[in-house]
């Protein structure tokens, strides 16, 4: 596996904020890495330490919370609004240290010659807590989270 490490960001609306990302593994182990507790637990923090809670069906939540190097806890959570296995998952979204800001994120999973390309489109409830979101380094939290995952994926296959 060859790192891509080739995240886009876009700003398509007044309220959205678009991430794609290329990753070098099938569609069926990037779907498992994002829905499995397991695999989550290695990267999706950063690759920081990652308590996982999830129950992956319509109506189920998911908690994660990163235990950052400075010490703190960023905790995470949210709801399953669509899941159609193993191509897109629809789900709400909440910063616990800003709570009461719920987003909903569309997590597509698309098979592109042994390659998965994942979208993401975050839509808030207006634009100055997307605008506050993105200032708060969302681009470049899901980055290096993109890249332990890169790095774990050459693990798993």
């Known amino acids: 596996m060859n ?3 080739d995240l886009t960001v876009a700003l398509p609306t007044d309220r959205e904020v678009v991430l794609t990302r290329v990753l070098d593994a099938p569609r069926e182990l990037v779907w498992a890495a ?12 950063r690759g920081n330490p990652l308590d996982v809670e999830i129950d992956l069906r319509v109506g189920g939540r998911y908690r994660f919370v990163e235990h950052a190097p ?7 959570h949210g709801e399953f609004l669509q899941i159609e296995a193993p191509e897109r998952i629809v789900q ?3 910063f616990e240290g800003a709570p009461g800001q719920v987003a909903v994120e569309t997590l597509v999973f698309t098979e592109q010659d042994g390659r998965t390309v994942v979208t993401g489109t975050t839509r808030f409830d207006s634009t100055a807590a997307r605008d506050a979101m993105v200032g708060a380094g969302m681009a470049d939290g899901a980055r290096e989270s993109y890249r332990a995952l890169e790095k774990y994926l050459t693990t798993q296959v």
Not at 34 to 45: F, I, S
Not at 70 to 76: P, Q, R, T
């Open 92 to 94: 709400t979204f909440e």
């Open 3 to 5: 790192p891509t490490d």
């Open 34 to 45: 994002h829905t499995e507790a397991a695999h989550l637990a290695r990267w999706w923090g």
């Open 70 to 76: 400075d010490g703190n806890a960023y905790a995470f």
